[in-house]
């Protein structure tokens, strides 16, 4: 196999996870966070003050709450279990300072929307690796609503200034073969417009269940929109400030799916579960099921139970289209489900903080995991194949590559590992599981952190076929 290398500094915080047995015990999960973006969003755009229950908390989502503050979001009560803030009625302030977005591309892309909202000058700022990603280059919605902006990126970040107009609005086109994040952006904004919006989207669509979400939450807070083919079509109006509880989250959730998998006899229970009406998590669930992890749900009591089981089948295919923040979890497991598994359409979180599909086969592999990519007709890679369940010897350091995701899958996968295995970049779990170490010392999980600060050399993941394999 051909490897890629280039120098960066490595991150701080490396995780060693000891052979273990069973998974036993009561677990937690945190609130969703795609449901916890979107509330923070409809907040600040309705008027009135919004009940937020159960708030989601992780680095990314206090970023946007920062963001959602700048723009006029006020607060009245903040508590651990209950927030309540009080929204600008769609009239939208100039922020002072730049907006930090670091490596969330959901935040850049929300912001970026509000921002062509706003009258005047606003900067936004994130990490380099928002450059490699499918975000600047379609910007083009601004100039099309009636701003423009400019690209300030440097060799060290993204960086953009966006000259918005309180009358934007008419019609443009968004890709949504590789996210359905713009779609969703504009989605949010569109009432604001005195013109009306309208979203022509191209190249299919990736995490449906995801825009499914958005549209339904407007729909409950008066704002429904009409949609014409692959024509979204959005018209003025304000959003009601009906409260909103924030459901569990089954991305954090998937992580203590895998390890039941990866585990077997492992049996846990997840305290104060809420599930969503999502059917991407309705997707997710049925997945687990067929590779090893069913699990019964007590809708009184907020209860999961969680086990470990044979596969369904000898021969397992899924389709993760309308699962991608799963899909770390899901090649993990496939890895470890005693069955031959195929994971397909799943392509697209190539595009996410790394290349997510790419960068597991790669670590899963060095781990000792009889894996191997999956490409469609073109050589891109879409999936993957695992043949039986594998045996991990592990003895290794993985790169999460700086994507708390991939450090989910890299750490369920390394609990069938023989031998102590290692993980870079333990400190990026915060931007969507920020108790996870906690949760899986209480299942009996053993790990030992350490803080390393030194320049390392790391992989650089190919992403087509001619690339992944040895040349002759």
């Known amino acids: 196999m051909q490897t890629f290398y280039h120098r960066q500094r490595s991150s701080r915080m490396h995780v060693s996870i000891l052979p273990v047995g069973e998974l036993k015990g009561l677990a937690s999960v945190p609130s969703s966070k795609p449901h916890m973006q979107r509330a923070l969003i409809f907040a600040l755009l ?5 009940e937020i229950l159960f708030p989601s908390w992780s680095s990314e989502t206090k970023r946007l709450f920062e963001a959602a503050k700048q723009f006029g979001l006020q607060v009245i009560e903040d508590g651990p279990e209950r927030l309540v803030v009080r929204g600008t009625g769609g009239l939208l302030k100039p922020s002072a300072k730049a907006l930090m977005a670091d490596g969330s591309a959901f ?10 909202a706003v009258p005047g000058e606003t900067t936004i700022e994130g990490y380099k690796s928002i450059k490699n990603r499918p975000v600047l280059q379609h910007l083009t919605f601004i100039n099309d609503l009636g701003g423009n902006w400019k690209d300030l990126s440097d060799l060290n970040s993204a960086r953009i200034l966006i000259n918005g107009k309180k009358d934007f609005g008419g019609a443009t086109i968004v890709d949504t073969a590789k ?3 713009f779609l969703t952006a504009l989605l949010l904004i569109a009432p604001l417009s005195p013109k009306g919006v309208s979203i022509i989207t191209s190249g299919g669509l990736v995490g449906e269940g995801y825009v499914d979400l958005t549209l339904s939450m407007m729909k409950e807070r008066g704002i429904p929109v009409a949609l014409d083919g692959n024509t979204y079509s959005v018209h003025p109006g304000l959003y009601k400030n009906i409260p909103i509880t924030i459901p569990s989250d089954f991305t954090a959730l998937s992580y203590l799916m895998a390890a039941v998998v990866a585990r077997p006899g492992s049996e846990l229970t997840v305290e104060h579960y809420r599930r969503s009406t999502m059917s991407s998590e309705t997707q997710f669930f049925e997945a687990f099921a067929k590779l ?7 809708e009184r009591a907020h209860r999961l139970h969680i086990r470990h089981t044979n596969p369904a089948e000898h021969e397992i295919e899924i389709d993760a289209k309308n699962i991608p923040t799963v899909v770390p979890s899901l090649c993990a497991a496939a890895c470890l489900s005693a069955a031959d598994v195929t994971i397909r359409g799943a392509g697209h979180v190539n595009h996410h903080k790394c290349q997510r599909l790419l960068v597991m086969v790669e670590e899963l592999r060095r781990l000792g995991c009889n894996v191997r990519p999956k490409f469609n007709h073109e ?11 594998s045996e991990p010897t592990g003895g290794v350091t993985l790169d999460s590559f700086r994507d708390h995701r991939v450090l989910g899958g890299l750490f369920a996968a390394s609990l069938s590992a023989k031998e102590i295995t290692r993980i870079t970049g333990a400190e990026y779990m915060d931007a969507g599981f920020p108790s996870f170490f906690d949760v899986m010392s209480i299942l009996n999980v053993r790990t030992r952190n350490e803080e390393i600060d030194e320049g390392v050399i790391q992989r650089t993941s190919p992403r087509r076929a001619e690339d992944y394999y040895e040349t002759a």
């Open 46 to 50: 309705s008027e009135g003050d919004t």
């Open 107 to 116: 935040m850049f892309r929300t912001v970026a929307a509000l921002a062509s």
């Open 179 to 181: 996210t359905s994040q």
């Open 292 to 298: 090893g992890a069913v699990s019964d749900y007590d």
């Open 379 to 389: 050589g891109t890679m879409e999936g993957l194949i695992a043949l039986g369940k």
